[in-house]
């Protein structure tokens, strides 16, 4: 299948362990962030989303912050397990855009046994 | 079928030649999406459908690109007189709800994607 982020940054954590992935969104207006989790050769696939209004959401094993005083983003994965290595992308979507995701540059997720 | 099918998967061309990318929704979602991915980048965005209506296309990197959802589900990305540059992965995602609609509505659905390279 064809390779995802041969030139990302990459992020390498041994089982068992949490990851915590960042991101810097660019536009101050954007009230809507996803998270895409991308496995080489598929596309990219929906894991957790979270509105301007809120800072916290939580999933299963997943949870992502937000901080819109910095305009960051976070995804942490609890107890990350070796079906987790992927390139994991946020998007952000400007006000009343929805139709229009803009996605980061992703960062990889190495999971060693 | 279960998820959004793309064809062809891998599409070879020579510079100058017109080609179709076809996209066949999750059935029932309203939205259609077309997005672009080069190697080492997210996924940049061309053009969306609300059912037939192109809502916005202004992602459309110029007017050699095209596309069409004519009765509101399989779509065709058309790109004539390629050029090289126009090499990358072409994907497709649906998505239940229309944009503004509550729930996730970044839960995009997306299909294995069309390679195309050209020569």
């Known amino acids: 299948g064809e390779s995802v982020g041969l030139h990302l940054p990459t992020l390498s954590v041994q089982e068992g362990d949490n990851s915590i992935i960042n991101c810097a969104y660019s536009?101050?207006?954007?009230?809507?962030f996803i998270w895409y989790k991308q496995e080489s050769g598929k596309g990219p696939q929906f894991i957790i989303d979270i509105r301007s209004n809120m800072d916290k959401r939580q999933g299963q094993r997943v949870t992502v912050l937000l901080n819109k005083t910095v305009k960051h983003l976070s995804l942490q994965i609890a107890a990350t397990q070796p079906g987790d290595s992927a390139v994991y992308f946020c998007a952000e979507t400007p006000r009343g855009g929805y139709n229009k995701l803009i996605f980061g540059a992703g960062t990889r997720l190495a999971v060693h046994p | 079928g279960a998820g959004v099918s793309q064809s062809p998967r891998y599409k070879v061309t020579k510079r100058g030649q017109d080609v179709a990318l076809r996209c066949d929704p999750i059935s029932g979602h309203v939205s259609l999406y077309w997005y672009r991915q080069a190697l080492g980048q997210g996924p940049e965005f061309l053009t969306y459908f609300n059912y037939e209506a192109q809502q916005d296309k202004s992602g459309l990197p110029n007017d050699r690109f095209s596309a069409e959802r004519p009765e509101g589900s399989i779509s065709t990305l058309t790109i004539q007189r390629t050029e090289q540059r126009d090499s990358a992965m072409y994907r497709c995602?649906?998505?239940?709800?229309?944009?503004?609609?509550?729930?996730?509505?970044?839960?995009?659905?997306f299909g294995e994607g069309s390679r195309l390279t050209v020569l």
């Open positions: 536009n101050s207006a954007s009230d809507y």
């Open positions: 995602a649906s998505s239940h709800h229309s944009p503004g609609t509550s729930g996730s509505a970044g839960e995009l659905f």
